[in-house]
């Protein structure tokens, strides 16, 4: 069982950055893929970027390339998402979620552990 829980939501400017954090408990995380979604009231849960078990291979929606950075801590059982160049339209609650395989994939129905879900909100 992994237990996932996002930090670093809020309030900025368009423009500025945050940086979010997903912590996660059980000595399995290291090898899970883990990813980053996003979701607004009424819409889909959107793929945002994902990480491989290992580390080494890292997958982007094409609206955060360039902009968005996801990284893992394997000594901290950690998984981070730097966010620069934040444009209104990132606004949204962020989920971190964790598959139990090492392959990083977009869809969401293919992973197995979610966080509670973190609020960014980017005023214009």
């Known amino acids: 069982q992994v237990q996932l829980v996002e930090s670093g939501g809020g309030l900025v400017q368009a423009g500025g950055s945050l940086r979010l954090s997903c912590a996660a408990s059980?000595?399995?995380?290291?090898?899970?893929?883990t990813g980053w979604f996003r979701q607004t009231s009424g819409e889909e849960r959107e793929f945002v970027c994902a990480v491989s078990g290992s580390g080494g291979r890292t997958v982007y929606a094409d609206s955060v390339k360039g902009r968005f950075t996801i990284s893992r801590d394997t000594a901290k059982n950690t998984v981070s998402l730097q966010m620069n160049s934040l444009k209104p339209e990132d606004t949204a609650v962020y989920y971190c979620?964790?598959?139990?395989?090492?392959?990083?994939?977009?869809?969401?129905?293919?992973?197995?552990?979610w966080g509670q879900g973190t609020q960014v909100t980017v005023s214009s």
């Open positions: 059980g000595r399995t995380f290291a090898s899970y893929a």
């Open positions: 979620a964790a598959r139990g395989g090492p392959v990083a994939t977009t869809q969401p129905g293919t992973y197995d552990y």
